[in-house]
């Protein structure tokens, strides 16, 4: 068994033995021994870093949809606890695990909660002109009426949330505190998402999820053919002219028909708030791709020693595609969506562990373009702007040829990807974007053919020689 340098088995499959040891660890050597020697090095603590070991475990291992953040703060609490009984006379416990396990009944037993989130959407979309539902995995994000956003508002208001530490009260104590100017049904749209966990956190991160799958969607639809623009004077991307539906001002959460909290998300909203038109729009744009239901990972036993290929499925990254280019779409800053349209091409291409030129190479040949010099220029020049960017963090000045020239490889390898999913497979796909010349291939597989054929029929002769 391979053990860490810690004392444990970090490959064990066993969520309970791995929690087990780790507590035991931090029992031992922070609890009971909090001597200077188990800081490895200056600024960091021993128990840090067995407290995040101990969080993943909890957060990964066990099935129990709770977030990373509740999660620490759940286990700094218990430890803290646990300190406390040790440090008492006539306190303290025998086994360490028990005593943990004490404080996190959810464990071993299912203690998950229902929670329902309104979010409120600064788009005035057109009768039908976007769907009245979404869904990513097993997320489901549904349009909800305005009759039901005022119900849950006033419920909101008058009743006192479960959590307030660092959340305001009240959805009119927050709106009276930012520009937002009220939340009326004329300027905004209401959504609604459900789904259990073990707290708000997580149910937070499953609604992002599928959210930033959405408004990446929608940013797509609405800027498919617009050319990105600069505002000089403050190396800014332009918005004006283009429809930019960002994040909404708040969620407001409600835990089994209870007010829980009201989260700030973005107050940077200022009027006009855009409209979705003209109708058809996004179905027109979005009709070639295909439901993402389908995520996680794929079966491709070409491909699956490939360390230079991410193994999920053609839904998985193309819903993590309209994330990121929705991300590249709503941004002012050059320098992030630079990165972001290039973190879409490795999304769209499958791409990992690879030179920084693999997912332009990968995305070109995805989407038929014949190399020229010119065009190889202009390639080994933006991969060497990134290059610049990641490793030495300096500024390289991207231009709005360099994003123009990202966000178009990005729609059409996007909308190449979804077309070809329903004609082709995922093995076929990635045999095509991952082969320099296929007719050169085929003929050279063909010679091997005929090669394997001539010293088959040889063995075949001589298989009754004795």
């Known amino acids: 068994m391979n053990k860490s340098a810690i004392g444990f088995d970090p490959e064990d499959p066993d969520p309970n033995s791995k929690l087990a040891d780790i507590v035991k660890m931090i029992d031992n050597q922070v609890i009971c021994d909090s001597s200077e020697e188990q800081h490895p090095f200056l600024g960091v603590k021993r128990q840090d870093i067995l407290i995040n070991i101990l969080v993943e475990t909890i957060a990964e291992d066990f099935d129990l949809e709770i977030s990373h953040e509740y999660a620490e703060d759940r286990v700094r ?67 909800a009426t305005p009759d039901d956003w005022r119900k849950y508002f006033e419920l909101a208001n008058e009743s006192t949330p479960t959590q307030t530490r660092g959340y305001p009260n ?132 070409i491909f699956a020693e490939d360390k230079t290929i991410l193994n999920k499925s053609i839904e998985n990254q193309l819903g993590a595609s309209f994330r990121t280019i929705g991300q590249a779409l709503t941004t002012r800053d050059p320098e992030t969506a630079f990165l972001s349209l290039y973190r879409t091409l490795e999304h769209v291409t499958f791409t990992r562990n690879a030179q920084s030129i693999t997912p332009l190479e990968r995305a070109l040949r995805l989407v038929d373009a014949n190399g020229d010099q010119y065009l190889d220029l202009v390639v080994k020049s933006i991969k060497n702007r990134r290059n610049t960017l990641v490793h030495e963090g300096t500024d390289v000045g991207i231009t709005v040829g360099d994003l123009n020239f990202l966000k178009g490889l990005c729609i059409t390898s996007m909308r190449t990807l979804g077309q070809v999913a329903d004609e082709y497979s995922r093995e076929e796909i990635l045999t095509y974007i991952t082969t320099e010349d296929v007719d050169s291939k085929i003929q050279d597989l063909e010679t091997e053919i005929e090669d394997l054929e001539e010293e088959l029929e040889c063995y075949e002769c001589i298989s009754d020689w004795r």
Request: negative net charge; contains cysteine.
């Open 77 to 143: 609490k218990t430890l803290a606890d646990m300190s406390s009984q040790i440090e008492s006379p006539g306190e303290g416990y025998e086994d360490p695990v028990s005593r943990f396990r004490i404080d996190w009944p959810e464990l071993s037993e299912e203690n998950n909660k229902r929670f329902s989130v309104f979010i409120p959407l600064p788009l005035r979309p057109k009768p039908k002109s976007i769907p009245d539902r979404m869904q990513y995995g097993e997320n489901l994000l549904c349009r």
């Open 170 to 301: 009240s959805p009119e104590e927050f709106i009276q505190g930012s520009n937002l100017n009220g939340i009326s049904p004329g300027r905004y749209t209401f959504w609604k998402f459900e789904s259990t966990g073990n707290d708000a956190d997580f149910v937070i991160h499953e609604l992002e999820s599928i959210l930033d799958v959405f408004l990446g969607k929608i940013n797509y639809a609405t800027n498919e053919y617009h050319q990105l623009e600069f505002d000089s004077t403050g190396n800014r991307i332009k918005r004006a002219g283009r429809t930019i539906i960002e994040y909404p001002p708040m969620y407001m959460m409600f835990q089994d028909g209870a007010f829980h909290r009201l989260q700030p998300k973005n107050t940077d909203i200022f009027s006009p708030i855009p409209s979705i038109q003209p109708v058809g729009q996004y179905d027109t744009a979005l009709d070639s791709f295909p439901e993402l239901v389908n995520l996680g990972d794929a079966e491709d036993p």
